[in-house]
């Protein structure tokens, strides 16, 4: 049998493998491997030069029978069709892993962003809400920010879609600034999530996060996160990276002086290089050194956070990790070889539709909240992040304990249990 070679392929030999342990009917195989609709649209927008340009712009409804669609929207070079099918189907899978009334769906444009300006962005993001406004709606399909999307471009897609409809739309999408409908603690969500699992499963396996090592690839958003909570929490942070490279040190990185300069260099590595140039006398005295991305993810440690890239940690290098406990902040950064190779060599993951899902959580108390007019405080935006991170791990332990599964079969298998019974409760599959 082939190697899975596609995102869609790595997504599908996972929920493919739980079909086979539930024991599925062929239809309800079927029902759960194929989207229910896959837009796609040429979008084309006008540039400052007055030029126009056009880019390809997807939206995959992976599966509704629980709830309205719901998932990000992203713009990346990368971002075609098989990879926007393979995050709908995640997406799918991760709403009911933490059993919120929703399903699942992804969007994309593939154009690299950072070529546009602001104006340019903005007619970009406009354009493709045109593109999509017939298929969308508060009770349809809720979008939501992803790779290189924030709250400003949900807020002009917002304000396009209500110009379209002639219609007031707090609940239409989330992740959209405070001022126009957002909520609190959508900005750590992600982060904080994952740090309330790794902070009960630290208790659960006896290891003392105030002793423990944590090394995490990408200090983006939930990277940097997650990493101030650790810091906080008093774990050891002993390796960060971005994209240019990262830096480690086994007496441990002050993420707070890393974000400090990552935002005034473009890099984390910024308080010791300027480019390829690097001051050595200042990382030795400070016991730290340059490494790759790629070797971060073998590097000494007890936690590994992977949140940035899919597919980083593979069967070529799944036998070098040294990790005992990896939480997948990305989506998709174990392939599944490299999971067998983990499962084996005893090594905990925390699977990504369940150690991510704080994100697509505190969008659905966005979206509770644009429905009903209520503004929830923090306070309340983080005890309910918690009851229901808490509770979604613990089933997830429960099952994986009961069928002696690692936590991604049984994340798998009890999001999949529940789409299964909504399909079957609302007779599509018979």
């Known amino acids: 049998m082939a190697a899975p070679v596609t995102p869609f392929d790595r997504a599908m030999s996972f929920m493919r493998s739980s079909f086979d342990r539930i024991k599925l009917l062929e239809l309800e195989k079927k029902l759960l491997s194929t989207p229910q609709h896959i837009l796609r649209h040429d979008i084309s927008f006008e540039r400052d030069d007055g030029k126009m340009m056009k880019v390809h712009g997807y939206r995959v409804q992976f599966n509704n029978a629980r709830g309205p ?19 709908a189907a995640l997406m799918a899978v991760k709403t009911a892993v933490v059993n919120i009334p929703f399903g699942g ?17 903005e007619r970009l993001s406009r354009a493709y809400m045109k593109s999509i406004a017939d298929d969308i709606g508060p009770d349809i399909d809720v979008p939501a920010p992803d790779v290189n999307t924030n709250p400003q471009i949900m807020a002009w897609m917002r304000d396009e879609y209500e110009k379209i409809k002639n219609v007031y739309a707090p609940d239409l999408i989330t992740g959209k600034p405070l001022s126009y409908g957002g909520s609190l603690g959508r900005d750590k969500a992600t982060a904080r999530g994952g740090f309330f699992i790794l902070e009960q499963l630290s208790k659960l396996e006896a290891i003392n996060l105030r002793e423990a090592r944590v090394a995490i690839q990408g200090f983006g958003n939930a990277g940097s996160e997650i990493a101030m909570f650790l810091h906080d929490a008093g774990a050891q942070i002993v390796a960060v990276s971005d994209s240019h490279g990262g830096i480690y040190s086994k007496v441990g990185l002050d993420p707070i002086r890393i974000e400090k300069y990552k935002r005034k260099t473009g890099s984390v590595s910024g308080q010791y290089c300027e480019g390829s140039v690097c001051d050595l006398k200042r990382l030795k005295m400070d016991e730290t050194e340059v490494i790759s991305n790629e070797d971060l993810l073998t590097c000494d440690c007890d936690i590994l956070i992977p949140a940035a890239l899919d597919n980083v940690i593979t069967e070529k290098n799944a036998k070098s990790v040294k990790a005992k406990i990896i939480l997948e902040l990305a989506n998709g950064p174990v392939s599944p070889e490299a999971d067998a190779i983990l499962e084996k060599r005893g090594t905990i993951v925390v699977p990504d539709v ?22 929830w405080t923090a306070e309340k935006v983080d005890r309910e992040l918690r009851r229901i991170m808490l509770q979604s791990f613990d089933d997830v332990r ?7 599964l690692t936590y991604r079969e049984a994340a798998f298998d009890v999001a999949i249990g529940r789409i299964v019974e909504a399909m079957r409760v609302r007779g599509w599959t018979t």
């Open 105 to 121: 769906a992804k969007g994309g444009i593939q154009i690299d962003p950072k070529i546009l300006s602001s104006a340019e962005l």
């Open 69 to 87: 669609y719901k998932g990000g929207i992203r713009y990346h070079p990368a971002a075609d069709i098989d990879e926007v099918k393979a995050l």
């Open 354 to 375: 369940l150690a991510n899902a704080g994100g697509v959580t505190v969008s659905y108390f966005e979206w509770v909240q644009g429905r009903s007019g209520d503004q």
């Open 398 to 404: 429960s099952e994986a304990k009961r069928k002696n």
